[in-house]
């Protein structure tokens, strides 16, 4: 365990489905993050939230909406999804003045 | 952010250290380099970090050129578990890191 914990850590979901996926930190980190990584492809960032508030959406659709409650979690609601959403969807957080990034295992999506 | 530049691929013996370069030209004063590397289908896992500085823990060794245009990660004694996607990341003042493609090490018996 890495102190960053990702649920579920495998999700299929049909394109008319509603889900969301949680990220969870007890690192005292004020910074998390969701990238997404296609197979073959980079990480791509999708948002970032610093204390809580959203700095960065990197032109993310809005079928993928996050939210962040407290500086421990962070969640991404799914909704009406593609096929070519299927994806890694990794967590991350840091303590900002540091950026040294702590991933979660992440969550396997596949959109059916 | 700068941008890097690595090998799409390495080879390394068992036991040989691993050599990694990266490129970074357009660094400016503020920024760091930074390392990860991941395992297939695991998430990224932070190496170590540098600004100006050679640095030393203990997974690696960082040594950054003294114009700061380039870097090396230094894998001592490579094992069957170092193969993986290493990332070399230039960040300074912004929250987000931007990863590329990073080099694929394959390490073998």
Known sequence: ETGVTQTPRHLVMGMTNKKSLKCEQHLGHNAMYWYKQSAKKPLELMFVYSLEERVENNSVPSRFSPECPNSSHLFLHLHTLQPEDSALYLCASSQETRRGYTFGSGTRLTVV | DAKTTQPTSMDCAEGRAANLPCNHSTISGNEYVYWYRQIHSQGPQYIIHGLKNNETNEMASLIITEDR??????????????????????GGSGYALNFGKGTSLLVTP
Request: glycine share 0%.
């Open chain 2, 69 to 90: 245009k380039s870097s090396t990660l230094i894998l001592p004694h490579a094992t069957l578990r170092d193969t993986a996607v290493y990332y070399c990341i230039v």
